[in-house]
């Protein structure tokens, strides 16, 4: 049980260039999200899926996309990276809306030049 | 929606000596409340939850804390802290039946030998 995983661990993009963040998890979890962490301003919320093939905009959204097709995996998508979306994605999954312990993945740490 | 508000940026402290990581929430619902522990260059760990019941809830090293519905408080509190307990702290709420978290903006925790 890998609980929930991410890659890469560091990519370095230059503006405009697009890419995947991956995150799958092995524990049949219905809710995973996504956030990034930026120095004092804590984690924020960019998409979240309730189920496959659901997802919803948390609190940054714009520059963003996702998409769930399976239960397992949750990709992040950034379509024309930009110097201010330089920071560390962190993956979550939880069971249900109704179990509130989140399972966090290591984090992707992204550059963009 | 919900905010937290997490006082101190950074707290050092001695070995031994206790330590209070201090937490406030604002919500016009009832709330979850969460702490969760970051050591370096990892994911975030959940330490403690408050979902109901009593409001003192403790962790398994050695961390307490209190929720306080009246002062909308959740501090952390460890009565002998140790190096190992040198990380960044997160309080997060979530309202019941929610789909978002929200988290404060850290407290870094340094234990000084």
């Known amino acids: 049980n890998a609980g929930v995983t991410q890659t890469p661990k560091f990519q370095v993009l230059k503006t405009g260039q697009s890419m995947t963040l991956q995150c799958a998890q092995d524990?049949?979890?219905?809710?995973m999200s996504w956030y990034r962490q930026d120095p004092g301003m804590g984690l924020r919320l960019i998409h979240y899926?309730?189920?496959?093939?659901?997802?919803d905009q948390g609190e940054v959204p714009n520059g963003y996309n996702v998409s769930r097709s399976t239960t397992e995996d949750f990709p992040l998508r950034l379509l024309s990276a930009a110097p201010s979306q330089t920071s560390v994605y962190f993956c979550?999954?939880?069971?249900?809306?109704?179990?509130?312990?989140?399972?966090f993945g290591p984090g992707t740490r992204l550059t963009v030049t | 929606a919900q905010s937290v508000t997490q006082l101190d940026s950074q707290v050092p402290v001695f070995e031994e000596a206790p330590v209070e990581l201090r937490c406030n929430y604002s919500?016009?619902?009832?709330?979850?409340l969460f702490w969760y522990v970051q050591y370096p260059n990892q994911g975030l760990q959940l330490l403690l939850k408050?979902?109901?019941?009593?409001?003192l809830v403790e962790s398994i090293n050695g961390f307490e804390a209190e929720f306080n519905k009246s002062q909308t408080s959740f501090h952390l509190r460890k009565p002998s802290v140790h190096i190992s307990d040198t990380a960044e702290y997160f309080c997060?709420?979530?309202?019941?039946?929610?789909?978002?978290?929200?988290f404060g903006t850290g407290t870094s925790l340094t234990v000084i030998p």
């Open positions: 979550a999954s939880r069971g249900t809306v109704l179990l509130h312990e989140q399972y």
């Open positions: 899926s309730v189920g496959a093939g659901i997802t």
């Open positions: 997060a709420v979530s309202a019941l039946m929610s789909n978002q978290f929200y």
């Open positions: 408050y979902l109901s019941g009593s409001t």
């Open positions: 919500s016009s619902v009832s709330v979850y």
């Open positions: 524990m049949n979890h219905e809710y």
